[in-house]
């Protein structure tokens, strides 16, 4: 990851229709159990190579909900192993952690500006639509 949801969400649907590589569910998929959309970590890339900020948090209408996580790298393999935060798609038995693929991540957000809880910061001008 990347980006993650917390229980402000609406479950309104904005953000699964902006991710460009599809990775967040809805309530009802959610493999937590919560009942708030879900951002898969082993699929999300931070938008990295489509746009240049999160595009499910400039879109999302509950301000602050989807905050940063930790890069998605071997070095928090363990976080990313945390039941209680995330269920992680598993193949042939072996969970998709850091350890098993890595993922793109902004490289330009400092490691003290992430974490779950730390606002994901997009320019007012990222936010609003022109014409
Ligand atoms: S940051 Fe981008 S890739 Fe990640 S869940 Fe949000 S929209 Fe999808
Ligand atoms: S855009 Fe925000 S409020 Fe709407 S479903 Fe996604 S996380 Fe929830």
């Known amino acids: 990851m990347s980006v993650i949801i917390d ?46 900020d999160p595009q499910c948090a400039a879109i999302c209408p509950s301000i602050g909900c989807i905050t940063w996580d930790m890069p998605f790298t071997k070095e928090f393999d363990a976080h990313f192993l945390n039941g209680a935060l995330y269920k992680l798609a598993t193949k042939e038995g072996v969970a998709k952690s850091p350890a098993f693929k890595e993922k793109k991540y902004r490289e330009d957000i400092p490691l003290e500006l992430r974490g779950v809880g730390k606002e994901v910061q997009v320019a007012p001008e990222d936010l609003i639509e022109v014409g």
């Open 7 to 52: 229980d402000t969400c609406i479950t309104c649907d904005a953000c699964q229709q902006n991710c460009p590589v599809n990775a967040i569910v809805n309530d009802t998929n959610n493999p937590t159990g919560e009942k708030r959309y879900y951002v898969q970590p082993e699929k999300c890339v931070e938008c990295v190579g489509h746009f240049e």
